[in-house]
């Protein structure tokens, strides 16, 4: 069945990069997606790749897929307290009739 | 426009109740989807409705949870004989192709 992991905690200093990363099973993946999950807030959707893109940039953030080892992973750039949240890797597979799944979340925390 | 709601935003029960939960998804929207969140914890999908389709039931962890869904409109998440183990955020979700909206959730607390 599908599975989706991710580490489960960053820690970085304010100004730097954050890298997290999602690895899934489902090869049949046709969108990838980064959800940020503040305190207390609900889920917003940050930005997704379609399976058919290698990469996909957004003003600080940068999505780089990797199919072949089915890894997804999620740069922000200049990295600000403001970003210290819960980061979601979800897939869905197939076609847009596909449920998504979610990994286990990665909290980010950002020092001053 | 109107974003997807839930109700209630709080529920406390107690250990033994039945409880229901509702979603209004967007209007228009075909597919609407149920998540359990654990304190701490990552989503974990619960079930799936795809317009007139059968429901993906797959993530239900037992018989005591079981959703309904009025064509492509309101859906309603019941909890039977509640355990404390039940205690969440419960999430639901609806989409018309590839991008989800999430509701603000409904916080249920079993005593």
């Known amino acids: 069945g599908e599975d989706v992991e991710q580490s489960l905690f960053l820690s970085v200093r304010e100004g730097d990069s954050s890298v997290i990363n999602c690895t899934y099973t489902d090869s049949s993946s046709t969108y990838l997606y980064w959800y940020k999950q503040e305190p207390g807030a609900g889920l917003q959707l940050l930005t997704y790749?379609?399976?058919?893109?290698d990469m996909k940039q957004d003003q600080r953030l940068t999505v780089l897929l990797n199919k072949k080892d089915k890894h997804l992973s999620l740069r922000i750039a200049d990295t600000q307290t403001g970003d210290s949240a819960i980061y979601f890797c979800?897939?869905?597979?197939?076609?847009?009739?596909?449920?998504?799944?979610f990994g286990p979340g990665t909290s980010l925390s950002v020092i001053p | 426009g109107a974003g997807v709601s839930q109700s209630p935003s709080n529920k406390v029960t107690e250990k033994g109740k039945d409880v229901e939960l509702r979603c209004d998804p967007i209007s228009g929207h075909t597919a609407l989807y149920w998540y359990r969140q654990r304190l701490g914890q990552g989503l974990e999908f619960l079930i799936y409705?795809?317009?007139?389709?059968?429901?993906?039931k797959s993530g239900l962890p037992s018989d005591r949870f079981s959703a309904e869904r009025t064509g492509e409109s309101v859906s309603t998440l019941t909890i039977q004989r509640t355990q404390q183990e039940d205690s969440a955020v419960y999430l639901c979700a609806s989409s018309l192709d590839y991008e989800q909206y999430f509701g603000p959730g409904t916080r249920l607390t079993v005593t």
């Open positions: 790749i379609f399976s058919n893109m």
């Open positions: 409705f795809q317009g007139n389709s059968a429901p993906d």
């Open positions: 979800a897939e869905k597979a197939g076609t847009s009739y596909d449920k998504v799944i």
